[in-house]
């Protein structure tokens, strides 16, 4: 029996950040690079926010202070898909998995809603030094809220997440809106 779900940030709680903000700038496959040489080590925890700013800077031009700014301003929460997750936190166990360093997702997104409405658990992949589709993070997320696979659903909007909780043995549902969520949850829900 499911649970508990667990949800990714950027992408299904809010808006995507890195991603939009990269395309201003840069090509699909120069942003790739950009994202594993740079923007990762924020989320796995070796650059702090600044670092990462001050690395998008050299590349861009655009001084750091303006890039964080961009960066928060770009981070929109869905609140529709909040307010699911407030009706669904009453039957379910409601956990948030984010590759995000602490203070940027403190800044974009937890600050700006009571996150107890929402969430019983948060887990920040910089706290840990695993990001997400690495099967650690899956497995320390496990062991942490003291459920076993069986009983989650990871919620991201990108398939190779999602792919990373099946090596968990974890079962995913790929984010596309609200509406369709809801839908693949009744339905996953309905099959086990």
């Known amino acids: 029996?499911?649970?508990?779900?667990?949800f990714d940030c950027y992408g299904v709680i809010s808006t995507s950040v890195a991603e939009v903000w990269g395309r201003k700038y840069f090509s699909e496959?120069?942003?790739?690079?950009?994202?594993s040489e740079i923007v990762s080590k924020g989320d796995i925890g070796e650059y702090t926010d600044l670092e990462v700013y001050d690395n998008l800077s050299l590349l861009t031009g655009v001084p750091s202070e303006e890039i964080r700014h961009e960066w928060e301003s770009l981070a929109h929460l869905r609140e529709d898909l909040l307010?699911?997750?407030?009706?669904?936190?009453?039957?379910?166990?409601?956990?948030?998995?984010s590759n995000a360093s602490r203070g940027f997702l403190e800044k974009s997104v937890l600050n700006r809603m009571n996150v107890d409405d929402y969430f019983d658990e948060i887990i920040v992949s910089s706290d840990i030094c695993l990001i997400k589709p690495n099967v650690d993070i899956?497995?320390?997320?496990?062991?942490?809220?003291?459920?076993?696979?069986l009983e989650c659903v990871f919620i991201d909007d990108n398939p190779k997440n999602i792919e990373g909780a099946k090596k968990a043995h974890?079962?995913?549902i790929v984010f596309k809106n609200t509406e369709d969520f809801k839908n693949d949850l009744e339905k996953l829900v309905n099959k086990n």
């Open 170 to 172: 974890i079962d995913g």
């Open 1 to 6: 029996m499911k649970t508990t779900l667990i």
């Open 83 to 97: 307010e699911e997750i407030k009706r669904l936190k009453k039957k379910y166990h409601i956990v948030l998995l």
């Open 138 to 149: 899956y497995t320390y997320a496990l062991d942490k809220i003291n459920k076993t696979a």
């Open 29 to 35: 496959d120069q942003f790739k690079i950009i994202t």
